[in-house]
């Protein structure tokens, strides 16, 4: 079963670097159901939702990661994109505060610009 898990996380990470996202979406899905703890795989779904502007599930991942890892900055980064393409710039605002504490890095202060 680890077989398959590392298999579909190689075909889900394939398929992001080809800009496939919705195929990324596919193949990382059932991993995420798998092992729900595995943070580094469901930062990779919700930036694969997130490209894919499928904006909800996308929060809802990055949601889960902040919960388990709550110093991943770039989670709080694309929360921030995330809650800015919803229209929600208030609570945007809070995850760029939390990025550029952890990071140091006032730039991510500033909204993203597409």
Known sequence: MEDMRALSYGLGQQYFE???YRG???AL???VDETPEDVGTRL???R???HAAL???AEEQLLAVIEREPTEYYAHLMMARTL???SRPDEAGKHRRI???LTGDDELLKPHTV
């Open 55 to 57: 904006l909800k599930p």
């Open 48 to 50: 694969a939702y997130y």
């Open 44 to 46: 990779l779904l919700a």
């Open 99 to 101: 990025a550029a504490a």
């Open 84 to 86: 800015e393409r919803l």
């Open 18 to 20: 080809d800009r496939d």
């Open 24 to 26: 990324a979406i596919r």
């Open 29 to 31: 899905q059932p991993v």
